[in-house]
């Protein structure tokens, strides 16, 4: 089947500055772009592409002294296989001394994914009679899904995932963030990822389309994709970049003063 994926993001700034953005699909998608992406910049400013330490596609804008607005469209169709995600209950997890050294890093706290001795306990306590592997890591989704209300109105770009798990509500990146700790406590690798996740094989939801975030884990010697947010396997996904948390992975990152003048996601079948 065929998805079409685009958006059009535009950002008012007041002063020469510099724009990041992680708006191209991630390279292991590239070759089911149609006919690649048609990112299109106004006003056209110098921009540099380049692959982050993740191998994400990333590109830094110059914007010059006298623009008031930039503004990234994009459109682009997909192809996909139609599958929901892949389930694999036999994989196992692997003891850390076993783990490829890349994977090290997804073990760790990181900005988002704060674990200290309260949330580490509390993973300890809950998860660790379970069994282990791909039952121990939907045991923790089931535990994030149940645990955290969404609520677009609670989003907060600060939280991590313990002020989620204390307050108890989030968008799709706190549910992410929450289920990464939770794996990462119980030494399991586990990194944030975010893209396009349109209603596609279950019935349209009445939010704002948006991009989304989920995570992945290292069980059985590869990388699977969890969802803690919608805790079902789900059709359509296309990846935009993966890191430790969402501060790796930043849509756009403006260096200096900046306001939000239009955000609009479509990701649909084509």
Excluded: K
Aim: proline share 6%; glycine share 6%.
């Amino acid at each position: 089947m065929l998805i079409r994926i685009g958006y059009d993001i535009a950002l008012n700034v007041n002063a020469p500055t510099a724009l990041i953005y992680l708006l191209q699909v991630h390279p292991s998608r590239s070759a089911d772009l149609v006919a690649g992406e048609s990112i299109t910049l106004s006003p056209p400013l110098h921009t540099d592409f380049y692959l982050d330490g993740f191998g994400n596609q990333c590109a830094r804008v110059n914007i010059d002294a006298g623009t008031a607005q930039v503004r990234l469209r994009n459109e682009a169709q997909v192809r996909d296989g139609g599958l929901p995600d892949a389930v694999d209950w036999s994989a196992r997890e692997h003891p850390v001394s076993e783990l490829p050294v890349d994977c090290l890093q997804f073990l760790l706290p990181s900005r988002y994914c704060d674990f200290d001795g309260e949330l580490l306990a509390f993973a300890w306590t809950r998860f660790a009679n379970l069994q282990p592997g791909w039952a121990r890591v939907q045991a923790i989704c089931d535990y994030v899904h149940q645990h955290l209300r969404f609520d677009y109105a609670c989003a907060r770009p600060t939280r991590t995932a313990r002020a989620a798990w204390q307050e108890r509500v989030g968008v799709c990146r706190d549910f992410a963030h929450l289920a990464v700790a939770l794996c990462r406590c119980m030494n399991i690798p586990a990194r944030y990822a975010t893209g396009y996740l349109g209603d596609i094989g279950i019935a349209p939801v009445p939010y704002p389309m948006d991009f989304s975030a989920w995570f992945e884990v290292y069980l059985g010697g590869h990388w699977h994709t969890f969802d803690a947010r919608h805790n079902t396997p789900r059709i359509g996904r296309v990846l935009i970049a993966r890191g430790r948390d969402a501060a790796d992975v930043p849509i756009t990152m403006v260096f200096g003063e900046h306001t939000l003048a239009r955000f609009e996601v479509v990701t649909e079948l084509a």
